[in-house]
């Protein structure tokens, strides 16, 4: 991590870029609802599609394998292509994806989502939905995957980008870092000038989804779709195992963040946005699954989670479950920030499995202190 803020704050400015370009492949064969191999599908965005899956926890070591957290190392350099595949820069479509965490839940997990994807990302091209990063709408993708496999449940995360998370996020670390000035005041102003029209595009994206499945010959009882809200990737002020003063929350811990700022993100923003998104479920008529508190304890800077050292490992139960902000940038991109990491990503496929073994209703998903993604657990709500 760096010693001066400037370095910092040049990598934070680059948080909202992303590069290269990504494809999905159609599966060729036909098949019907109700026959042909099963499949679950995942749409949406950067925390559906798998970003930041290269890290186990963070640690400070920049060579080598990280003290075992880059996934990329070979052994001689970094290859990002063994954890992102043909969209190492891209849509970060990782092996370790929520869809594809979520274990032998059906014969295909299938993986639209883009990191970086708004909602005009997902709507079909004939009705305005955009083409990102090389690929089609995801709708017009979906509609492909729904001709060739028998698609039982669609899981959807959509409207963070909508929304500016990640302008958030690097105004309120600029605040921190450069500034020292709160954050929370002015985005929170943002936030709420847009959530209404954002919010109409989440179930716009429902009705979209709905459209396909219909045209492709899917009755409404054929298949499930799941709207999923947003972890929360920072602590409470009190939860924060580093001083607010001084340089280690930027320097060593990753979470450049006030106190007044990180609670505003951890109790006001992530349960908005939370609540807004399970009204759009609600008048859609589809399930939610609500992941505000699934990073609980092992969020960047955690108390009760530590960072990877030589003497302390990477480890499910003990690492943070969290991409920290990279302000050196020398450890991956910086679009990975923020966003749950491999073990975080694992636990949220754990969660995916959990709700797709129950057929109605909302659900809440959580952690059980100290283990793993097999610890995940639902609650009614």
């Not at 970003?51 to 394998?65: D, I």
Request: aromatic content about 6%.
């Amino acid at each position: 991590m760096p010693s001066t803020p400037h370095r910092a704050l040049r990598a934070l400015l680059a948080l909202c870029t992303a590069a290269g370009l990504a494809s999905v492949a159609a599966p060729a064969a036909h098949a019907s609802p109700g026959s042909g191999p099963t499949a679950v599908v995942a749409m949406g965005d950067s925390y559906i599609s798998g970003e930041a899956g290269r890290w186990f926890g963070n640690s400070l070591t920049n060579s080598g394998s990280r003290n075992g957290t880059d996934r990329a190392w070979t052994g001689s350099a970094y290859d990002p292509s063994r954890v992102y595949g043909a969209t190492a820069g891209g849509c970060h479509r990782s092996d370790v994806s929520e869809v594809k965490s979520a274990g032998p839940i059906a014969s295909s997990l299938i993986n639209l989502a883009c990191s970086g994807a708004t909602t005009k990302n997902v709507f079909r091209a004939s009705q305005g939905g955009q083409v990102f990063k090389g690929e089609a709408p995801q709708a017009d993708q979906l509609a492909a995957v729904a001709a060739a496999n028998d698609v039982r449940l669609i899981a959807l995360s959509i409207g963070g980008n909508d929304l500016g998370f990640a302008d958030i996020i690097s105004t309120c670390a600029t605040d921190y870092i450069v500034w020292y000035s709160y954050c929370h005041d002015d985005q929170q102003d943002v936030v709420d000038a847009k959530i209404d029209g954002v919010m109409a595009d989440v179930g716009r994206s429902v009705d979209e989804i709905r459209a396909v499945m219909s045209a492709a010959g899917y009755a409404a009882s054929d298949y499930r779709i799941v709207l999923q809200s947003y972890p929360s990737p920072i602590p409470r002020a009190a939860e924060n195992r580093y001083a607010e003063s001084g340089w280690t929350r930027t320097n060593t811990g990753g979470c450049p963040f006030w106190n007044a700022d990180s609670d505003w993100a951890r109790d006001s923003l992530v349960p908005q946005i939370a609540n807004r998104l399970k009204g759009v479920a609600t008048a859609k008529g589809v399930q939610f699954l609500d992941l505000r508190d699934a990073l609980q304890g092992r969020e960047v800077c955690a108390r009760t989670s530590k960072q990877v050292t030589s003497t302390v490992p990477a480890s499910a139960t003990t690492s943070e479950w969290a991409r920290w902000i990279d302000s050196q940038s020398t450890q991956g991109l910086v679009q990975e920030s923020m966003h749950p990491n491999a073990y975080g990503q694992q636990a949220l496929g754990r969660c995916l499995a959990l709700i797709d073994a129950v057929p109605t209703g909302n659900r809440s998903c959580r952690n059980t202190a100290g283990t793993g993604a097999s610890g995940m657990y639902l609650t009614t709500g």
